[in-house]
């Protein structure tokens, strides 16, 4: 009897483990020892990054050589956890939800975060001599609230990429200059035939923003001007109309209301687009298939005016946690080093972040036409939290305006963007 | 462990449990009756069900309380929870304007999904149990559908569907069926009817298997006396097959309806290019509220995830009540 009492409690206790051990599993979000700082004051040996998966060849291997470095020079064990950017959102978001958030997230915002507190600004972690390398740019949009919160970890700039074999066969001889000329330019190559597409426009729900932005900034428009939301301005709409009256016309691809950035390239790709916005991981893909003769030039502008650029960059941010402030300096220390953000940059094909990595990638010719752009680039009001949401409200709306009313779907957006922040 | 198996009731039960004195008539009572079975020891038998209720505990009860405790939340778009929100959440949903379409879709995909697959699967199911050369490899061949990754088939149907390279458009073309590509996934009036195909497409073996081993159970002599009968191909297939296949239907029903209706990776994968909720089920739906809509709210999306949950229930509890009412009438 005695025994079989033992073995009860045995099961009980087993029910109650298996339990527990099945609460932590079934989050998705995995059970990280990472974080396991214990009591206040208590200095984690250890810390955790999630890093996106920028390409399967090279994030994994970056990071994991990062983390062999990292603990060679400081004596901290960093894990790394690469996810794609399908699921990051969703793998972040969840650990936040369950109090596991990493140590250093990587992710492209950071705005909310910082406006939840869970970050440490720049004076906590940041080493000086790395803040003092960050471009004016990138530390301008990674401020929220006059602490600089988001740390870049690369940046992208789009340009303009035109086909010269499709463009020669079509009878012109350089890229336009004016929307005018883009649209004239757009004409000629669909009337060639053989399902050549003029200007492949993705406004599908992947990237709306980033297509809208250069679009907008060459026409001296925004998103926000002085503090205020202006999606609804006269230039935006204007925008707006001229690019349904090119989707009206028939010279972008098909539908370009559901065409997601990722399938604009692949029509680029195969060589039946003309013209596309890209960025230098799209002019890697073209080098390696050696198949489309290409041209990359500034984009066009409304009135000939000199073109902006779009520039983009995603954000390794740092979250409090207790004890954990030495490590993760050691981190960012060890990241912002030239041969660390530079050899990573490389890797990938973007952009630097830093003022040594611009003079470092300076003899690279293929990114002279970025480079020469990145200091003065437009981003999208990173910095301000509500455009998170207004972000994902621009992506799920702004294709309606192709089948709707330009005018009213601005409208739209520009209240939601009012009544989130 | 084996010697306990043959203990007789312990006069004074429970003796030094006394910290759960509530429990202590009902273990009593269990413990009486296992003992004129004289088989085995409750508390025994519950040692053996441990495994089986932990795993029920862990993984169906505790993710539904956790659930139940989200969509009572309200949350940061970072995940944080920032407090208690009462029953926003559910309001939020119920009032979201976009959930007649959502709701209208999902039963378009259910019931659209669902008859289809059942009717062709019965088809089929008949053709496959008759014995002709090279059944088993079709057999098999069925069954491929089923044992890929849905994201794998539903990738795969979007390069078939894709506008300007999809085989489905290129054959079409050539044969000239139509003048223009047609935009299966992007043009609203095709997006639909494409996904149902596609979910037809992997509902379709599990069916057949069901009715092909439902078809095996009916007795050879019941087809024979009615064919002596002079009862003609068709009204032996509407009179007797039929309704003996009735528990393989009911069993395809139910479980096809649960399944269509959870469906996610289909519709994810093929609607992905479509901004909005034109397209989306209530799975979706619940989906994109949490991570990619402008709400991003784990707790509106846990909200709807328990409108779900009472839906699903709703739709089976009603099912089997009609099947059921039809065997009281029957008799």
Redesign the interface.
Known sequence: MRSTKKSVVVAGLAIAGLALGACGGGTGAGTAPGGTAGATGEEAKTIKLVAAEYSKDHTKAFWDAFAKTYNEKTGYTLEVQVVSWDNIDQQSSTMIQNNQAPDILNLNAYASYAKDGLLYDSDAVLPAVAKDDILDTFVKYGTYQGKFYGFPDLSSARAFFYNKTIFKQAGITAPPKTWAELEADAQKITALGGGKVGYALPLGPEEAQGEFSMWIFNNGGDWKTDGNWVINSDKNVQTLDFLKKLADEKVTQNNPARTNRADAFDLFKSGAAGMVVGFSPLAADLDKDKKVDYGVAPFPTMDGSESKTLGVTDYLMAFKKPGNEKAVKAFYNLYYTPDQVNTFIKAEGFLPVTESGVKYFSNEKALTVYLNTLPNAKLTPTDDPAWDKVKLAVQQNLGGAMNGSPKATLDGLQRTAESVG | ?SD?TT?TP?PAPAA??GDQPSRMPSRTRRRRRAGRIGQV?P??A??WL??A???I???VL??AI?LFD?SRGE????????GDAGWDNYVNVLQHPDLGTVLRNTVVWVVAVVAITIVLSLALAQFLVKSFPGRRFVRWAVIIPWAASLVITSQLFVLLYD???GIINHVLLSLHVIGT?I?F???DSWTMFSMVVVGVFVSLPFTIFVFIAGLGAIPDDVMEAATVDGASPWQRYWNITLPLMRPALMIATVLNVIYVFNSFPIIYTLN?????YAHDTTITFMYKL?????E?D?GMSAAAGIFNVLLILVVVGIYLKIINWREETSR
Do not use: E
């Open positions: 462990m306990s203990v312990d030094g449990s020891h508390l025994v519950l040692l441990a495994p209720l932990a795993l505990l862990g993984v505790y993710p956790k989200a949350y940061s778009i970072t995940g944080l929870r920032k506008y300007n390279y590509p935009d996934l992007g043009d992905d290019r479509n901004p909005g949490a991570f990619k809509s402008q991003h784990v």
